[in-house]
């Protein structure tokens, strides 16, 4: 073979393999995410009275959402509760909002330079510190150990459904669940790339979430993340359970896996955040998140706990190991392109109708079939509004490419800096 024939071959099977364990990957969790769907619907509602809600909001120039947000955690059915905002050193109004909206069941930490605005983990850490040394000392929660407090993550433009606590605790009614994610869905839908964007979190929650569950190998989301105690307590480091990274809560996630815990995805209740409607912004935030999720890669030897073994070991290698083979196949589909505009070589086999057809499907099939759960439960009708969405979510895929290659350019240049999501101003009419 020439060297093009070689080229072409590297570039074939090992985008071929990626893809393929993509695909399989994708049938596999759609199967194990119905098993657990059956089985969640046999586990009635938990007792919410038994744990002490801890609610952590962290924020930073949030003026403009933090009144809503706490008017809403205001809102959830928790028997016991408690709602720490994190101030960190914020430069606008967000500390007057917070004076005035103040109550008995709310705690504002004040954070201020040199140790605020040092990352969403140093301030996670601070209040957990401040929760544990001060809140929990109150004799009105002395009662409560830490196996039934739980800490919910609130990001400051989130709303998190009222009844979250009630489905949210029927899953650490089993002592080995350390954390629990809820559905996360996009408040502000008015634009394409919006309606996207709850789209892909749809997808993300009742495929992936939902899926992994089944094994209690669940992830954590940054936004409606709920921990047990005695599970942050048994990974704390000296600055607390949260780390440096971009993605501290996939990484705190994995911890907990590794030291023995399951994690579980509730998709009967919800937290609602805003959507970006800027593509460059929505770039930024995703390109964070990448980077992140290759951060984390980086203890990729945790899955070799022995407390993490068999299929959950291996579907938590494969959930870490998913941004490697979409850069393999970035640069598969780059180097397709180049070999077709400057030397002439086929980006498909137009002359084989059969292998043109295994192609298409090979590219497009995992999206359609993530897209599939939209219609989960729905019969006829469920097919149909799922491939409704399809080619608009294949578009959406194809539109934040870019954010990998932004994510790995990020990284090899070692810059970590956390570049912070901005809000929209909430009117007042927003359900």
């Known amino acids: 073979m020439g060297a093009w024939d070689w080229i072409r071959f590297v570039i074939y099977y090992v985008s071929f393999v990626a893809i393929l364990i993509g695909y399989t990957w994708t049938i596999v969790l759609f199967v194990t995410g119905n098993r657990y769907l059956r089985r969640l619907r046999d586990h009635p509602p938990g007792d919410e009275e038994e744990y002490l809600w801890v609610f952590l909001v962290p924020a930073l120039n949030e003026g403009v959402t933090i009144a809503d947000s706490v008017a809403r955690l205001r809102a959830v059915e928790a028997s016991h509760k408690v709602i720490v905002v994190i101030n960190d050193g914020s430069d606008d109004d967000t500390g007057e909002v917070l004076d005035g909206i103040g109550g008995p069941d709310l705690e504002v930490l004040t954070r201020v330079p040199p140790n605020a605005r040092t990352g969403k983990a140093a301030a996670l850490n601070a209040a957990f510190d401040f929760v544990r040394r001060q809140i929990l000392a109150k004799p009105a929660y002395t009662a409560f150990d830490t196996d039934h407090v739980i800490f919910g993550i609130v990001d400051a433009d989130g709303r998190l459904s009222a009844d979250a606590p009630t489905f949210v605790s029927r899953h650490f009614q089993d002592l080995d669940v350390g954390g629990v994610q809820v559905h996360v869905h996009i408040y502000n839908q008015s634009s394409w790339l919006t309606h996207m964007q709850g789209l892909e979190f749809t997808i993300f929650g009742g495929l992936f979430q939902v899926g992994r569950s089944y094994w209690g190998t669940a992830f954590l989301g940054g936004n409606g993340q709920f921990n047990r105690m005695s599970a942050l307590n048994s990974v704390a480091g000296d600055e607390g359970p949260w780390s440096h990274y971009l993605t501290e809560d996939q990484e705190l996630g994995l911890r907990c896996l590794a030291a023995g815990w399951r994690g579980e995805h509730d998709p009967d209740t919800h937290?609602?955040?805003?959507?970006?409607n800027d593509l460059k912004r929505l770039?930024?935030?995703?390109?964070?998140?990448?980077?992140?999720?290759?951060?984390?890669?980086?203890?990729?030897?945790?899955?070799?706990?022995?407390?993490?073994?068999?299929?959950?070991r291996l579907d938590t290698t494969i959930s870490l190991a998913l941004p490697v083979l979409q850069i393999v196949v970035g640069l598969a589909l780059a180097a397709a392109l180049v070999m077709t505009i400057f030397f002439g070589v086929p980006y498909l086999p137009w002359g084989s109708p059969l292998l043109l057809i295994f192609f298409i499907q090979l590219s497009v099939g995992p999206t359609f079939l993530a897209?599939?759960?939209?219609?989960?439960?729905?019969?006829?009708?469920?097919?149909?509004?799922?491939?409704?969405?399809?080619?608009?979510?294949?578009?959406?895929?194809?539109?934040?490419?870019?954010?990998?290659?932004?994510?790995?350019?990020?990284?090899?240049?070692?810059?970590?800096?956390?570049?912070?999501?901005?809000?929209?101003?909430?009117?007042?009419?927003?359900?």
Do not use: C
């Open 271 to 276: 937290v609602a955040q805003q959507g970006l």
């Open 283 to 312: 770039y930024r935030q995703r390109a964070r998140w990448f980077q992140g999720n290759l951060q984390v890669l980086r203890d990729l030897r945790r899955v070799n706990s022995p407390d993490l073994y068999g299929i959950r």
């Open 371 to 431: 897209v599939m759960v939209v219609g989960r439960g729905h019969g006829a009708a469920g097919i149909v509004l799922a491939l409704r969405k399809a080619i608009p979510y294949l578009l959406y895929t194809w539109v934040m490419w870019p954010v990998v290659a932004i994510g790995v350019w990020k990284q090899v240049r070692g810059n970590a800096t956390w570049a912070k999501t901005e809000r929209e101003v909430v009117p007042a009419t927003t359900p």
